[in-house]
């Protein structure tokens, strides 16, 4: 099965290490909070601590009543934080079989790029649907942009 490869960038007029410290330990529940279409909000998020620890887990649940187990995988500050999602469920357990995810932050101009990119191992029905996930992922990303927009400018 073939693994399917999104990306979403955006620049902000801020310096890596800033982008970087306000992405790493933001809350899900306030970077993903809003429905993209067949997307769900995160609605709860069970954690020990600050996110920021490698080898750290949380578990994720979404507002369809579903629930992922998050590793972080990599931590290379200020450039770029891996995680890896496993143990899905609810509706998207039948399109995912896990997903392999990396935040990078890269000098651009004056500012930063930030970059969220997704490594997915689709199942196989989910294989059949991912051009349209990932056109539904490329807004459901757009949205987490704008929340850091917000988030840096508060």
Do not use: C
Request: a neutral charge.
């Amino acid at each position: 099965m073939s693994l399917v490869e999104l990306s979403h960038s955006r620049t902000f007029p801020t310096t890596v290490e800033a982008a970087f410290d306000l992405v790493l330990p933001m809350p899900l529940t306030q970077l993903f909070a809003r429905r993209y279409v067949a997307i769900p909000p995160i609605t709860r998020v069970d954690q020990d601590g600050t996110w920021g620890v490698l080898g750290q887990q949380r578990t994720i649940r979404t507002s369809d009543g579903g629930s992922m187990r998050e590793t972080l995988t990599t931590l290379e500050r200020p450039h770029r934080f891996g995680y890896e999602i496993d143990a899905i469920t609810g509706p998207n357990k039948a399109l995912v079989a896990g997903v392999r995810g990396m935040w990078t932050f890269a000098e651009a101009g004056t500012g930063v790029e930030i970059t969220w990119a997704w490594t997915i191992t689709p199942t196989r029905v989910g294989a059949l649907l991912m051009p349209v996930f990932g056109r539904l992922w490329q807004g459901y990303a757009r949205q987490g942009m704008e929340e850091i927009e917000k988030a840096l400018k508060a």
